[in-house]
């Protein structure tokens, strides 16, 4: 017999990762689905509805055992009242998604920033269980942080904090996708260590890359990782200068935050810490103050995409006093 769990969703903007969790038994079932991002609110609820629904099945658990349905959410919410903000790879604006999905599923719904989930996560079930003020990094497509504070998420006044992606790092620097210039996540992140790289190998510099920058295929992580093996120069340079931007910025917010634990995740980094982290901490500890940074460990995230999903747990205590 399986313990109370609960169902935590999280919403990409084309797919759902939805699993059953609780904390004793870990993740009990799980179900990826493709989403459409053109379908109306109430489709795209009721997507959602059915994710829920097919869990339960595969779980074989009983309805009653699920105590809350969480969501994680990339972009802006309000937890408190259920509606999403601004999530605009979701085309979702001002939309109140918690009572929408409440009226179409017997549980509470739950709703939280999605990187907020993964910080949760990694502080109550990962590498930062025993820090008490952490930062939760990911690198991928942008850059996305969580603060802990006093072992508790800190969400800002507005419930926007965290936004470390949209730091200014460079003054008139490249166009990042909020609009602005020289935003942290326009230098240092997948996508822009990328649009670099492709750029070197357009005007004539060689890399193992060629091939697929030619062909317009999509460079992942893994293509970084075998290049970086195959000692890129190109593809090392441009790694390089993010990681020192990264170390930089870090070393900058320990400065004003005094952080115990800075922990890095994302898909660049699951795929490439073990070339990163000393680069990243060389640069930190180039930019820091030794005050600030006494005793802090800069440590790679081990959880991958369950960081959002064990989050939940986390929430569904916070918010409503669930204990799974
Ligand atoms: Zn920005």
Known sequence: MHKDSIISIDMGGTKVLGCVVNSKEGILARVKKPTDPNASRKKYVHQLAEVVYEL???????KKKIKAVCLGVPGTVNPETGIIGLAPNLGLKNFNIKK????EISYRV?????????ALGVKNFGVGKKAKNMLAVFVG???????????KLYRGSNYVAGEIGHMLVEKNGPKCGCGRKGCFEAIASRTAIVNKIIKDIKSGKR?????????KERIRSKSLLNAVKKNDKVVRKRINEGCEVIGRVLGSI????????????GGMIEALDFY??????????????????????????KLGDDAAIFGGIALAEELFGVRV
């Not at 339960?56 to 009983?62: A, D, F, V, Y």
């Not at 739950?110 to 993964?118: H, M, P, S």
């Not at 320990?254 to 995740?265: F, S």
Request: without cysteine; hydrophobic residues 45%; glycine residues 10%.
């Open 207 to 215: 890399s193992t890359l060629s091939k697929l920058v030619k062909n």
């Open 254 to 265: 320990t400065n004003l935050l005094n952080l115990d634990m800075i922990v890095l995740g």
């Open 110 to 118: 739950l709703i939280e920033n999605d990187v907020n989930l993964g």
């Open 141 to 151: 497509t942008g850059i996305g942080g969580g603060l802990i504070f006093d072992s």
């Open 100 to 103: 929408m999905l409440e009226g």
């Open 56 to 62: 339960i099945e595969k779980s074989h658990m009983n």
């Open 276 to 301: 990163m982290l000393p680069l990243i901490k060389k640069s930190f500890n180039e930019h820091v103050m030794n005050d600030s940074a006494k005793g802090l460990k800069i440590v790679a995230s």
